[in-house]
């Protein structure tokens, strides 16, 4: 599934969270987000209906953007996901039962951890990619850590107050990403809304990558 996650994350490493989003405005936003140039976009199931909001972003999107559900605590939505269509299972834990089934039904898995106990677990699990949760509680030095014993191809992502002003530690330090949530979208916020904070992270991204270049 690495293959399949690299394919929307390498070009811009951001996960769009878009918690509270209602099935009617899914898709707008999802276009925003996408046309802004995030291409990972996860529905949390604490969310208004998910399940018909990723179903129906799933089939706006098809092979556009990787689609999958966030708060993905039990092994029984793992599959109501699949159902829909969804591709990604992000979790705030590592439990080990979700992450299994993430990868025996084919699904990209990024469990949330923030210990290496629990993102060794994780990994011997299945999961394709890390998200440290809360960033918020930990620090740059925290990931630089971490990132001397972790696989070098397993994706870490920073999850948790990012701004756009933010990234460049937490990349200088060997974060490979970040989920976005509220900087993003908040429910209740126009498409238009969404694709200028969007572009906003996308934009600093783009900035730091240049003023890293030899």
Partial sequence: MIELFRHYFDPCPLVAIIRGVTPDEVV???????????????????????????RRLSSAMGDRALIGAGTVLRVEQVHDVKAAGGRLIVSPNANIAVI????????????????????????????TALKLFPAEAASPAVVKAQRAVLPKNVPLLIVGGV?????????????DGFGLGSGVFKPGQSATEVSTQARAYVAALSSIYSSNLP
């Fill in 163 to 175: 701004g756009p002003d933010t990234m460049a530690p937490w990349l200088a330090a060997g974060a």
């Fill in 100 to 127: 299994a089934a993430s990868a025996a039904a084919g699904l990209v898995s990024a469990p949330g951890i923030f210990t290496p106990t629990e993102a060794f677990a994780a990994l011997e699990a299945g999961a």
């Fill in 28 to 54: 707008a936003v999802g276009e925003a987000l996408l046309a802004a140039g995030i291409s990972i976009i996860e529905v949390p199931l604490n969310s208004p209906d998910p399940i018909e909001s990723i």
